[in-house]
């Protein structure tokens, strides 16, 4: 039989895959993932759970069960039809999830109603109430109000166990409350503390706790503030805040009804009066544990500067406790406030550094920890497990951890298998048992945030990343610019609704710290670990994570300051949906503005120039501050803060308002960056409050006070910030005269002795802080300028008797006294006889400031009167001859 050779068959050149053609090799990509389109089965039921649990929280009883009936019977129908098809199947899947929510919703949102105490709460009662902690107390942020900052209290989340009535009825219950404790004028010493008072024995002293020791030094166990700390007051050392999560006290207490809805509080426990609590029951082994080791990471950071110390606890387990209200307001000015919170990227970094970069994750040249030590991957996958557990332990199993734990697993295990199309499968599911877990998340603003920045990472900047990849954008720099990007073009409708601001240096900022968080993370991490064993080795730990902790603090710092950091915006959801549309127009002007590099430069050019906004540009466009300026009274609020010119770049400060953010925007448009003399008239928040913003970033000479040393707590905290920034404190007396560059002056009251105890002239014994303000005669380039301060009509009148009030006749501009206020000397008006009277008072503030008699008083002496509220910053120029006034 012969053998007949079969023609050849030509060979037909196939198409290469997308996958291989766009891998950029000639033979296409070795290791090629194959993606199909995004699976959303999950995201209809995730959603509607979410809607659901965020409406019915609120709802009465009747309605949850109608509407999880009707749910579940519309459900039953769609699944018992003999035909299931996948529409079916998928409305039956969103009935079913809605009812769940409803469910779930229901239960919880009884539990607010359930039970004696919001009746309690309801008539105002005084119980004595027995209440189990559930979350770490924390202190209040200083907030100004009228004259004085507000109280300082502790605010501790917890369940009332049991209640006790005036009758003596006691009654065993659950109920979520928030305590506040009124904790002002608590002991000033760190470490040495009054102690808890346990029940049936006597107090632990030197900073001890119930259910275990302190380290001593001030450091506390319990993750409150130690010793030294930046907080208002002093108050860090209270007792209260050593109390740990499962931890059981007693307090006699009155209920108060919660005034605004939507959180998950029953009712308002304000406790007054009792210094420490009266612990029933210790905390869990597992809580003491994790709080001796979060108090072992703040003992580890003791030693370390200022912003370090505050930051690494923060960015470590959410410990914000030693953060000063500058850093925050920083930090959220530049919408890096995610570092400071506990988050996903937390847990995504300890588990990368045990399984090396995700995507080699099943792969056999894996990286990290655990192939170098030879550990198999699902023993790799049990560790993983385990870290996650000690995660949410350290940092506490409340909500926003569990959040950050869900997300952040979500966010691993789907980069890890390759496979996006996995990726919103597996947020759907998180965000729906999350939201079945506790319904309270769908009303938060944090979780809306948490899921949105996920899943801008898992969808919008892979394709961002790939495009800027396509144009030649190196693969790292492209991955991160789409990151960030992303995440803010998603966040920041939000963030709108919250701040009523929108940061256009959000997307640098991240940028710049996103290579520092991870080190800081993992040093922090490994410092906490190893206190409870070696101390000097976890301190050389935290000295390491300090070198990144100190560089985000920094960029934080940095972008706030710059004069365009963020623009302000209609706040509420009408906000947010207008900087949606202006998101979607500037994401779509950009798509095609990559195709044009040069317009990218210009318009990259004109954006630097609106953050940075140079002076002298600045001065072009918006004509402030005037050339050739001497005196500035700065828009802040119902508060003083006035700027006197003293050459180049330099400036002297009467008083700092009660906002540093305010106070540091006014110095930072008039381009001071020098202070030789910052003057404090007298110690009341609305004009010492604002010290941070005029010593931030500034080299400062000296701070001059009065000698009336009250309000004792704005006194110290005065003290506080001078001794941080190492500025010398001096104290102002009538006589003093002093002179830079052009600019002279002299103090004309208080007299020498006011205030002081056994001072020489009781006749002029300062009622209260107001008479006793820093008064000064300033003359600049001929002009004459009276700063009052609050002087009031004792004050003005013996002001007029004393040697200083022969000179008082005939000035050219007066700063009014205590904002306009209706009391005033009308005699000290008519010796004064000004040109110019300006007034700093707050926009629609409660006191009636300016008093309408004052300001007639002022007309009718031939005053121009001009005030802050109405007219914004002054600014004062000219000479004798030419005095003129100019507006922002």
Not at 425 to 445: F, N
Request: charge should be positive; include cysteine; proline fraction near 8%.
């Amino acid at each position: 039989m012969s053998h007949v050779p079969e023609a050849p068959v030509p060979v037909v050149p196939q198409p290469r895959r997308a996958v291989h053609a766009a891998s950029g090799k000639r033979l296409g990509d070795a290791n090629p993932r194959q993606e199909g389109p995004a699976d959303l089965r999950l995201v209809p039921p995730a959603l509607a759970a979410w809607a659901t649990a965020a409406l019915v929280l609120d709802a009465a009883p009747e309605w949850v069960t109608g509407v999880a009936v009707v749910c579940l019977v519309a459900a039953g129908v769609l699944l018992l039809t003999r035909r299931r098809a996948a529409p079916r199947v998928a409305v039956a899947a969103v009935l079913l999830c809605v009812a769940a929510a409803a469910v779930s919703a229901g239960l919880h949102g009884a539990d607010l109603r359930r039970g004696p105490v919001p009746a309690l709460a309801r008539e105002y009662a005084t119980v004595t109430a027995e209440i189990e902690v559930t979350a770490d107390p924390r202190l209040t942020r200083p907030r100004v109000k009228g004259d004085r900052l507000a109280p300082t209290s502790v605010l501790i989340k917890g369940e009332v166990r049991r209640v006790e009535t005036a009758g003596g009825a006691a009654v065993d219950t659950r109920a979520p409350v928030l305590v506040m404790v009124d904790v002002t004028g608590f002991g000033r010493s760190a470490g040495g503390g009054a102690g808890v008072r346990l029940a049936g024995g006597g107090a632990t002293g030197g900073g001890a706790f119930a259910g275990g020791a302190a380290r001593g030094g001030g450091s506390l166990v319990g993750g409150a503030a130690g010793g030294g700390g930046a907080l208002v007051g002093g108050v860090d050392s209270s007792p209260w805040l050593r109390l740990l999560p499962s931890a059981r006290f007693r307090v006699s207490a009155r209920l108060a009804p919660v005034m605004v809805g939507g959180d998950k509080v029953a009712a308002l426990v304000r406790v007054r009066g009792q210094g420490a609590p009266e612990v029933v029951a210790g905390p869990s082994g597992v809580q003491r544990f994790a709080g001796r080791l979060r108090g072992g990471l703040r003992e580890a950071t003791d030693g370390l500067s200022g912003d370090a110390r505050a930051l690494l606890p923060g960015l470590v387990v959410g410990d914000t406790s030693r953060i000063t209200p500058d850093l925050d307001e920083a930090f959220k000015e530049t919408d890096l406030a995610h570092t400071l919170a506990v988050s996903g990227s937390n847990l995504t970094i300890i588990l990368a550094l045990l399984i090396g970069p995700p995507g080699l994750a099943q792969r056999v040249e894996r990286r990290g920890l655990a192939p170098r030590l030879g550990i198999p991957l699902r023993t790799t996958a049990l560790l993983g497990g385990g870290l996650t557990l000690a995660f949410v332990v350290v940092c506490r199993p409340d909500p926003s951890v569990l959040r950050a734990a869900a997300c952040g697993t979500v966010v691993l295990l789907a980069l890890a298998t390759g496979r996006r199309r996995s990726l919103i499968p597996a947020l759907a599911t998180a965000v729906l048992l999350l939201v079945l877990y506790d319904p309270w998340l769908a009303r938060s603003y944090g979780f809306l945030l948490s899921v949105l920045a996920t899943g801008a990472l898992l969808t919008v900047a892979p394709r961002w990343s790939a495009a800027l990849r396509r144009r030649r954008v190196p693969p790292r720099l492209a991955e991160a610019l789409a990151a960030a990007g992303a995440a803010q073009a998603l966040c920041a409708p939000v963030v709108a609704v919250l701040s009523a601001r929108v940061s256009l240096v959000a997307v640098p900022c991240n940028l710049l710290v996103e290579f520092a968080v991870a080190p800081a993370t993992v040093l922090g991490f490994a410092a906490l670990a190893t206190a409870p064993l070696a101390m000097p080795v976890a301190k050389a730990l935290a000295w390491c994570a300090s070198w990144p902790a100190e560089w985000i603090a920094d960029v934080a710092r940095t972008g706030a300051s710059l004069p365009g950091a963020g623009v302000d915006w209609p706040g509420g959801w009408t906000g947010a949906a207008l900087l949606a549309l202006v998101t979607v127009a500037v994401v779509t002007a950009g798509r095609r503005l990559l195709r044009h590099p040069g317009w990218c430069g210009v318009c990259g050019a004109l954006l630097l120039l609106v953050v940075v906004q140079p002076p002298p540009l600045a001065r072009v466009i918006t004509g402030w501050p005037p050339p050739g300026w001497r005196f500035v009274m700065c828009d802040v609020g119902q508060g003083d803060a006035t700027v006197l010119a003293a050459g180049d770049g330099t400036g002297v400060v009467v008083d700092a308002g009660p906002d540093p953010t305010l106070v540091d925007r006014c110095l930072r448009t008039l381009g001071v960056t020098r202070i030789p003399l910052v003057v404090l008239t007298h110690f009341h928040a609305d004009h010492v409050a604002g010290l941070p913003g005029v010593l931030r970033g500034r080299s400062v000479g000296a701070i001059e006070t009065t000698g009336f040393e009250e309000p004792v707590d704005q006194v110290e905290f005065v003290r506080r910030q001078a001794a941080r920034h190492r500025i010398p404190l001096t104290r102002a007396v009538a006589g003093e005269r002093r002179r830079t560059g052009a600019l002279a002056w002299e103090v004309v009251w208080p007299p020498p002795g006011a205030g002081v105890a056994g001072g020489p002239v009781a006749s002029m014994e300062p009622e209260g802080p107001n008479d006793a303000s820093v008064a000064l005669l300033v003359r600049s380039g001929g002009l004459r300028f009276l700063l009052l301060g609050d002087l009031e009509p004792p004050a003005q009148r013996a002001l007029l008797g004393s040697p200083a009030g022969a000179l008082l006749g005939g000035v050219d501009v007066l700063k009014v006294a205590h904002h306009g206020s209706a009391y005033q000397d009308p005699e000290l008006i008519r010796r004064a006889a000004p040109r110019l009277a300006l007034i700093s008072v707050g926009r629609d503030n409660t006191y009636g400031h300016p008093a309408p008699g004052t300001v007639a008083a002022l007309r009718d002496q031939g005053a121009m009167v001009l005030r802050t509220d109405e007219d914004g910053a002054l600014a004062v120029l000219g000479t004798g001859e030419s005095l003129r006034v100019a507006g922002d």
